[in-house]
């Protein structure tokens, strides 16, 4: 069984800044991709930003300079650091990995259960 634990979320103003984190734990035998989405209100869920194992990233254009990602792949973390945040990043942010167990060693999409981050003044 694998488990992504995500932390961090909140309430905090125009041009303020926040970090989210997630953890995963489990029977992981390898972590392929790690990512952030998120899903405001009356809007479909979207990818924010993804790193592979090797460390290369990719940001949507909204968040482009503004959200790093980054991983410690020794404690199978991601965190995110989001700077200069506007209120149209409110939203409930959703960890995503792309995880091959140590049953069956086929990658699957694993999900966080989502932290609100609220921006707001």
């Known amino acids: 069984q694998v488990q992504l634990v995500e932390s961090g979320g909140g309430l905090v103003q125009p041009g303020g800044s926040l970090p989210l984190s997630c953890a995963a734990s489990?029977?992981?035998?390898?972590?392929?991709?790690m990512g952030w989405y998120r899903q405001a209100p009356g809007k479909q869920r979207e990818l924010v930003t993804t790193?592979?194992?090797?460390?290369?990233?990719w940001y949507a254009d909204s968040v482009k300079g503004r959200f790093t990602i980054s991983r410690d792949n020794a404690k199978n973390t991601v965190y995110l650091q989001m700077n200069s945040l506007k209120p149209e990043d409110t939203a409930v942010y959703y960890c995503?990995?792309?995880?091959?167990?140590?049953?069956?060693?086929?990658?699957?999409?694993?999900w966080g259960q989502g932290t609100q981050v609220t921006v707001s003044s």
């Open positions: 790193i592979t194992s090797g460390g290369s990233t």
């Open positions: 489990g029977s992981i035998f390898s972590i392929v991709v």
């Open positions: 995503n990995a792309i995880i091959a167990s140590d049953s069956d060693y086929s990658p699957s999409p694993y």
